[in-house]
């Protein structure tokens, strides 16, 4: 492709997808109101286990703090003061959906009974309370094969969805106030739950759980947030459009392809021997040309699946392993000569070389799972980490991206450019462990729950970061090749 082409190409894609990332933006930015709601049951048992003071003005004070709704078991309790209502589903169940129940929000916890099977309520009483009624469905990470039932029925009416959030009794015990501050925040902030289920800490008297609750809606605040009841259906700020299946494949291929340009652009910008500018401009223009590939390619992915159901997360982006690991493949054969890959196959078996194999791919399924929100193989210290560089920085860089990607990316093109034959021996691994940084760029964008603007923000903070490390390693390579010339 001629360089004009590629101009050409690349001005088409800035047209296209920084107006409709602005779109997405404005939207997700009127996107901020979020629901407090608390059990009329638990907050009962509370106040019979520490009777500092009456229910009633116990309420008063939580709807003070920024709580508006309360969730029930049954359709006879009365909301109290100005709460509305929602119908809780859980684990102790029975509970059913009676017509003309007033419930706005219909909350079915992961742990609740099979809905089909169990006669705990039939589909039929939800979809009628969600299209006539016009009540929503609060969604929580599904955690049990059931719970998928739930999501089918809200499929059907995606502006009737919102994402939700509970820490449950379980997992409340064994975390402290702090991190079940930041969990609450990041909930909102980067996974777009809107609609938080509260529940009261056991071990704490009421008073110490309204505190808590007033450092949330602190916390909350001065993100810009507003705490009260959610906008009805109607007025979701997002939209569904046809082809949805088609749009899925286009943007995969966006996420698996790009890497691959971006791999291409600095392959053909290292063969550029006329160059007169230096190696530390041509390798901070070549890092910066991939970055702009990839950024570019990130940015058409939400471009492609603006819905409802991706926002709300009742659909995901298909294939987010395969576009990390294909990728990585695929540049690999980019950058090595097929005679050396060739050479390589050929070689005899030993057992180091298995050894080695079997070390790549642990790594290799290591960063897969990691890839996704939860994963059992993030250590306390880690997540320790990563509070503090999200308290830090508002939001949170990839590791893949500022400590591994970005830095050996630039430390690859630095010493195959700067002419030392030693440094170049090692060049093209770093380079094709660096384009790890540009896949994990992408990859962001294909968290579509995630606010575009805390993708953004973490894109630019993995930017920086990363480029100070590279640089920083670049120079440390220059004068390490300096010495060793002296003393020779």
């Known amino acids: 492709m001629s360089k004009r082409r590629a101009y050409g190409l690349v001005a088409l894609c800035i047209l296209i997808t920084v107006p409709a990332a602005v779109l997405r933006f404005q939207a997700q930015k009127s996107d901020n109101t979020v629901e407090i709601c608390i059990s009329l049951k638990e907050t009962r048992e509370m106040m019979e286990r520490f009777p500092e003071s009456t229910l009633e003005n116990f309420l008063e004070r939580c709807r003070i703090a920024g709580v508006h709704t309360l969730a029930v078991q049954d359709n006879t309790a009365e909301a109290p003061l100005d709460y509305s209502l929602a119908l809780l589903v859980d684990s102790e169940g029975p509970a059913h959906i009676l017509a003309g129940a007033p419930h706005g929000t219909l909350v079915v916890l992961p742990d609740a009974p099979d809905l089909h099977n169990r006669g705990l309520y039939y589909s039929a009483d939800i979809e009628e309370a969600l299209k006539i009624r016009g009540a929503r469905i609060a969604l929580f990470d599904r955690k049990l094969k059931s719970y998928e039932q739930v999501y089918d029925i809200a499929r059907a009416l995606p502006r009737h969805a919102v994402k939700a959030h509970t820490i449950s009794l379980r997992e409340m015990a064994g975390l402290s106030r702090k991190a079940m501050l930041a969990r609450w925040t990041r909930s909102v902030h980067e ?6 289920y509260f529940r009261w800490n056991r071990e704490w008297p009421p008073m110490d759980n309204l505190a808590f609750l007033r450092d949330l809606r602190q916390n909350l605040k001065s993100d810009g947030y507003v705490l009260g009841k959610l906008p009805a259906p109607a007025a979701a700020p997002f939209t569904e459009f046809p082809g949805r299946q088609a749009r899925l494949a286009l943007a995969w291929l966006v996420a698996a392809l790009a890497p691959l340009a971006a791999v291409l652009i600095v392959k053909r910008g290292l063969a550029d021997e006329f160059s007169l500018a230096s190696a530390a401009a041509r390798a901070a223009r070549l890092w910066g040309s991939a970055l702009a ?28 392993k395969a576009a990390l690991a294909l ?24 057992v180091f070389g298995l050894l080695a194999m079997g070390a790549a791919a642990l790594v290799l399924a290591l960063m897969l799972d990691r890839s ?23 939001a949170r860089p990839r590791f893949k991206e500022f400590l591994i990607g970005h830095p ?6 630095y010493m195959h450019i700067s ?11 770093c380079i094709w462990i660096g384009t790890l940084g540009l896949i994990s760029m992408i990859n962001s964008f294909c968290h579509l729950h995630t606010p575009l603007a805390v993708t953004l923000l973490r894109t630019a903070h993995g930017i920086w970061i990363g480029g100070l490390l590279g640089a920083g390693l670049a120079y440390a390579t220059k004068f390490i090749f300096r010495v060793r010339l002296t003393v020779a």
């Open 293 to 320: 590939v990839a950024l570019l390619a990130g940015l058409t992915i939400p471009f492609l699946l603006p819905d409802t159901v991706f926002v709300n997360g009742l659909a995901q982006f298909r294939g987010v």
């Open 372 to 394: 996704g929100n939860f994963s059992p193989f993030v250590s306390g210290p880690e997540l320790r980490l990563r509070d503090a560089l999200e308290n830090l920085l508002g």
């Open 191 to 196: 996974r777009s739950c809107r609609f938080l």
């Open 327 to 350: 990728p990585l493949l695929g540049a690999g054969a980019l950058l090595f000569e097929p005679s050396r890959i060739e050479a390589l196959l050929k070689r005899n078996v030993t």
């Open 408 to 413: 050996l990316l630039i430390l690859g093109i």
């Open 419 to 429: 002419g030392d034959e030693r440094g170049k021996a090692w060049a093209l691994p």
